[in-house]
């Protein structure tokens, strides 16, 4: 492999050579001057090459990446890059990033004093989990003159796992626990009265019901105290995950499944920070993985581990089998979240007697999706007799989502018809909302 490459500035002297040679044909006093230029140019590169070679490690560089990458996130990797030569560098950085990115233009170019080291960082969206492997990082060095470049390769080779979205599970861990969800869109849910289960005694803050305040408290300490109640705790959530073929639409290049995933990651970590147990279950032509629920916090490591592993395929789901099996192994009443989706009214009808038959022993909510590419289509201004025929189709679909929802309120199914993209906030909304009405 070659170690030292020409410059563009070596190319750019070499073709204004060229066309003083041809010019010489008509202007011979011309010649002497291209001559010179020439013999200029070759002890210049020369010179260059000596520079670049005589220190031996003039370049050192190390990639920092994180021991896994997180789906769907911008996980940050850095380089970092110290300049050995005693003189300035230009240089320009290369990683060879795992091919599933199909990204052939990273290149970053730096300048770096004597003895001076800098950190280069980039990001990479996963789309899809597994092993991704990274290759050796390469370092393009050349000096002042700039007339050829010197190739340092460096041996990284490294294997990244991409998990479910950690990086989204903290966010909303984080958010729960310092009472911050609504920032990112989730709502404050008025309580239903409040549940028995004590928590503490603390100051009044605009908002707390006055009910609850706690008088003897109160004289005491000379500054208005409440009680604090907690919720009901150690009840079970469940994350049922449909691998089949209507889970392996893609949106923004992840399919729905990766989105179910991620929600369930988050779904799970948030139940737990609740005092709820959680729970997971994924199934297709057959039941898949059952993990029962748990809130003890090595669970979360499992869930993680399960959802890893996960893999859709082309197989038409068994509503039929995920019954049987509900049934047989969960004997205590549940809220499960149901990730699948249905784009017609009759492929529901087809499910619905077993849909029915585990919303009369637990709390079934069925969450499916909107089909974005629809929604556009739908707000466009038709232009022509195709895209009136188009148009009318796409109403015809989003009229059928809406069916569906209205058709599972009739048995008494709870819905959440989301996009892919607000798909997490929609369901932790569902979650308080069950939690504040006190439904499970």
Not at 275 to 282: C, F, S, V, Y
Not at 327 to 346: D, G, K, V
Not at 399 to 405: D, R, S, T, Y
Request: hydrophobic residues 40%; aromatic residues 10%.
């Amino acid at each position: 492999m070659k170690s030292f490459y020409l410059d563009r500035r070596f190319f750019v002297a070499a073709g204004l050579l060229v066309a003083l040679f041809l010019f010489a044909f008509s202007a011979s006093f011309l010649l002497l001057y291209a001559q010179i230029g020439l013999i200029s140019l070759g002890a210049l590169t020369l010179l260059d090459a000596l520079i670049l070679f005589r220190t031996r490690d003039g370049m050192r560089a190390e990639r920092v990446a994180a021991e896994r990458l997180s789906n769907g996130d911008y996980n940050p990797v850095s380089i970092v890059v110290e300049n050995r030569y005693p003189m300035p560098i230009r240089a320009a950085v290369i990683d060879e990033i795992p091919f599933q990115f199909q990204k052939r233009d990273l290149e970053i170019d730096i300048s770096l004093g004597s003895g001076k080291s800098t950190r280069v960082e980039y990001s990479l969206r996963p789309v899809e989990r597994g092993e991704y492997r990274f290759g050796a990082v390469n370092v393009f060095a050349a000096s002042p003159l700039g007339l050829i470049r010197r190739r340092y390769r460096f041996a990284a080779d490294q294997m990244v796992p991409v998990y479910p979205s950690y990086l989204q599970m903290r966010r909303y861990e984080l958010l729960a626990i310092s009472n911050r969800l609504s920032e990112v869109g989730i709502k404050r849910i008025r309580r239903v009265g409040h549940t028995m289960e004590f928590d503490q005694i603390r100051e009044y803050v605009q908002g707390d019901d006055y009910r609850t305040v706690n008088w003897k408290a109160t004289a005491r300490a000379s500054k208005l105290m409440i009680n604090q109640f907690q919720d009901e705790k150690a009840q079970q959530v469940y994350s049922v995950i449909d691998k089949g073929r209507v889970m392996k639409m893609p949106f923004e290049g992840m399919s729905l499944l990766d989105y179910s995933i991620n929600t369930s990651l988050v779904i799970s970590n948030i139940s737990l920070v609740k005092g709820d147990k959680a729970g997971l279950i994924t199934f297709s032509d057959k039941l898949g993985t059952m993990l029962a629920a748990d809130r003890r916090r090595a669970q979360m490591q499992k869930v993680l581990e399960v959802l890893y592993n996960q893999k859709t395929n082309f197989h038409e789901s068994s509503f039929e089998s995920l019954y049987g099996n509900i049934r047989q192994r969960l004997t205590t009443r549940s809220l499960l979240f149901l990730y699948t989706n249905f784009e017609t009214l009759s492929s529901l009808t087809r499910q619905l007697p077993y849909l029915r038959a585990i919303a009369r022993d637990h709390l079934l909510v069925v969450v499916f999706f909107e089909n974005t590419e629809m929604k556009e289509l739908l707000a466009s201004v038709p232009g022509n007799t195709e895209e009136v025929y188009l148009k009318t189709i796409a109403e015809k679909f989003a009229f059928e989502k809406k069916l569906i929802v209205k058709e599972l309120q009739r048995y008494g199914i709870t819905s959440i018809l989301t996009t892919p993209s607000g798909l997490t906030v929609s369901t932790i909304n569902k979650y308080l909302e069950i939690k504040a009405r006190r439904l499970i």
